[in-house]
């Protein structure tokens, strides 16, 4: 095949261009660190970031509502608990009054009574516990879960937080489902309690009884409400953990797919640049001869 | 016997010689010239060319230098004009892709991907506080950044097809201005009586323009004249030319108004932009908008807000496109308007104020097969594997016309080693036949000297 200057000169130059292209890449991937300058040199790696970038967002977004749900069942924890040695403390009183005798001083009684009416608006202080401006036991009513009176001005709603991929939970309990339903039949725990100081003030005694047994149930219901609490507190406690890992794991994935090894960025780039030297000076040296240097 | 015609005959031979040292200096100068293929005098013994009653017996004789013949393989020159214009054509199509690619910045922080995570979460954050005017402000900002973003991109889109327009407008004038060049070009050729090389190839120059302009093919015609052809119409015929249009936005022929059907070269990647690639991601970017508007709006019409309304649209339902998507006025400015609360099964019964079920539901639009983040995925995926195919089709369309365009230069373009070497034998030749002259002129002067 004829070779001509042109044509040497033209591949030369292409040669070069192609190399100094190479050079300029594998300089800028060592400056960004990215393995990946645009989303077409590696389709499949992009269509993996941006799964794996999603995920991370949502695994971050489940990490501020689990903390929502860790501190609105803690709350109810705490209070419910405090209710339990309450009402602990009001079933004894409720005994020493009852054993006090029917025809006991009425000093005394006015004292249990008196004690009786404390604990039941330190009851209520403890439903009306709040986590930020809401109330813990109102389900999704605003404002306070019981008035003075003992009435329950919250709603049955509940309250769910999604605290992993599919997985949501319920962070609260009802008014009703701890204290009781209030109006019909024996009533809420602060009705009983209503009546329980009445009856010791009054020396009733077979409304002491029945109240002492309506005590036993309202505990009951508290118990079974902090049990369920409990639960869902230990539960929130291992998904946290598990959320974590996940954090983990999802950052090392993205890693693994955008990222480049920074010393095998480096290296590339110095290859690259001997080799463009070495292309500069084979050209040089071979664009230059012709015959015209040799006649004289 | 020395004879007055060898005088001739060596004059002849001075002559050509000096021919051939014209040549092969228009030659060297050309050596760089783009297009330029090699010249050489076609040298013919003088005596073969007579005929008639003296043929054979003729003492004419000497070397006729007249014919100039260029070195031009037409396979070859066929050959690389055609792979130059789907390398313009391939080129074309990369640039137009990373530029739409450019608008799209994924993955990554600053993209749409990112703005419809930050909107759910955004929504996760009012069902957690219904209350909180704070969260539902923050959402509304949120879902005005995500709703921009999309007006953005389209307009984006839209640039790419108008910068394509714009492109094809200049390029049907520099059609026009080279298929007249042509015309006059051809016509110049047929009025000569020998071929100008010279001509040719400003005409080949022409010719490998125009076919990486538009994928014009040329067909010979009678008298050395050159046809082109664009898609099945004529452009050029001999010394007459048609014009083309691209002041809509789309190439025209002037007469008739009909679309040109470029087969290759820019004018073919150009149409493909405007009339196939930016509409498919157009529609693709239209998808991710109305997915995201009717998803909101289903959940969002029967939810509840602060003041127990229900019937609430949280954008605006009559603007389903990338381009126009909006608030809805319902609820722009107005944070309280947000239905965060599910009506209470078996409903529609409102919800306590406080309830943020509905909102909860909307956040879970995230991870929806039909959702927008799926689109929204899937359109970005095909535009990576897209741009990555153009690119690489125009590395290798690259490589092939580097390869064609060789082949050709290997034919057509000056070797300076073999210049000199001609010059040198030019130059021997020359003084050669000088000596024939001296030896002859001396001979005579002598026969005068002893006759005279």
């Known amino acids: ?296 | 016997m020395p004879n007055i015609s060898s005088l001739n005959t060596a004059y002849s031979g001075l002559a050509a010689q000096r021919r051939v040292l014209d040549v092969t200096a228009h030659n060297i100068a050309n050596v760089n010239t783009k297009g330029y293929h090699v010249q050489r005098v076609d040298l013919v013994s003088a005596g073969s060319t007579t005929s008639g009653l003296f043929a054979g017996a003729s003492k004419t004789n000497g070397v006729n230098s007249d014919a100039l013949s260029r070195s031009y393989d037409e396979l070859l020159a066929a050959r690389a004009s055609r792979e130059d214009a789907s390398l313009s054509s391939a080129t074309t199509s990369s640039s137009t892709m990373a530029a739409i690619e450019q608008i799209f910045p994924e993955p990554g922080d600053t993209g749409i991907a990112n703005q419809l995570d930050q909107f759910w979460s955004s929504w996760s954050a009012v069902a957690t506080s219904p209350g909180s005017t704070a969260a539902r402000t923050d959402l509304l900002a949120k879902a005005s950044a995500l709703s921009s973003s999309l007006n953005r991109a389209a307009t984006d889109l839209q640039g790419v097809s108008d910068a394509a327009a714009a492109r094809t407008s200049s390029l049907a004038i520099d059609v026009n201005a080279m298929a007249k060049q042509l015309a006059e070009v051809n016509k110049a050729i047929t009025t000569s009586l020998t071929p100008n090389p010279d001509l040719l190839d400003h005409r080949d120059i022409l010719l490998n323009s125009l076919a990486k302009l538009t994928g014009a093919t040329t067909r010979p015609a009678a008298d050395g004249l050159v046809d082109v052809y664009v898609g099945n119409r004529a452009l050029v015929v001999g010394e007459y030319t048609e014009q083309m249009d691209g002041s809509s936005g789309t190439l025209t022929w002037t007469n008739g108004n009909q679309p040109v059907n470029a087969p290759s070269g820019e004018a073919a990647a150009l149409a493909a932009t405007m009339t196939d690639v930016v509409p498919r991601y157009r529609a693709a970017l239209d998808t991710v908008a109305s997915a995201l508007v009717s998803g909101v709006n289903a959940l969002h019409t029967v939810g509840y807000d602060r003041t127990s309304t229900t019937g609430r649209s949280f954008f605006d339902p009559t603007r389903t496109t990338a381009a126009t998507i909006t608030l809805s006025a319902d609820v722009a400015g107005q944070p309280n308007n947000i239905a965060a609360g599910a009506p209470v099964l078996p409903g529609p019964t409102a919800p306590g104020v406080l309830d943020g079920e509905q909102a909860r539901a909307i956040a879970k639009l995230a991870d929806s097969v039909t959702g927008p983040n799926n689109a929204y995925k899937t359109m970005i995926s095909g535009l990576a594997a897209e741009t990555n195919a153009a690119t690489s089709r125009a590395i290798l369309q690259e490589q092939v016309a580097a390869g064609a365009t060789r082949d050709a230069e290997s034919v057509g373009s000056v070797n300076l080693d073999e210049e000199m070497a001609n010059l040198v034998s030019a130059q021997r030749a020359y003084e050669a036949n000088a000596r024939v002259i001296k030896a002859v002129d001396d001979m005579l002067s002598f026969l005068m000297q002893s006759f005279g």
């Open chain 1, 1 to 296: 095949m004829r070779v001509t200057n042109s044509m040497m000169l033209r591949s030369t130059l292409r040669d070069l261009n192609t190399s100094l292209g190479r050079l300029q890449e594998s300089q800028q991937r060592a400056t960004t660190g990215k393995a990946n300058l645009r989303m077409s040199d590696n389709p499949t790696a992009t269509s993996a970031a941006m799964s794996t970038r999603q995920d991370l967002r949502r695994n971050e977004q489940m990490g501020k509502e689990l903390d929502d749900a860790k501190s609105w069942l803690d709350a109810a924890d705490s209070a419910l608990t405090n209710g339990l040695t309450t009402l602990g403390r009001a079933r004894e009183i409720a005994i020493a009054a009852a054993n006090t005798g029917g025809a006991s001083q009425g000093a005394s009684r006015e004292a249990y009574a008196a004690q009786i009416r404390a604990m039941r608006s330190e009851l209520m202080s403890l439903a009306n516990t709040k986590v930020g401006d809401r109330s813990v036991f109102a389900g999704t009513a605003a404002g306070n879960a019981y008035d003075a009176t003992g009435a329950y001005t919250g709603d049955n709603g509940m309250v769910v937080r999604d605290v992993a991929p599919s997985l949501s939970m319920t962070v609260n309990v009802t008014g009703t489902a701890a204290f009781g339903v209030g109006g019909s039949g024996a009533g809420n725990v602060f009705d009983v309690l209503d009546r329980l100081a009445t009856a010791i003030q009054n020396g009733d005694s077979s409304a002491m009884a029945a109240e002492q047994v309506n005590l036993v149930s309202a505990t009951d219901t508290m118990s079974s409400a902090t049990a369920v609490i409990g639960v869902q507190g230990e539960r929130i406690l291992e998904i946290a953990n598990r959320s974590a890992d996940d954090k983990l794991r999802l950052e090392t994935q993205l890693s693994n797919v955008e990222d480049v090894d920074i010393v095998q960025a480096l290296i590339e780039s110095k290859e690259q640049e001997t080799r463009y030297q070495a292309s500069l000076q084979v050209a040089a040296k071979i664009i230059p001869p012709s015959l015209m240097d040799f006649l004289r």
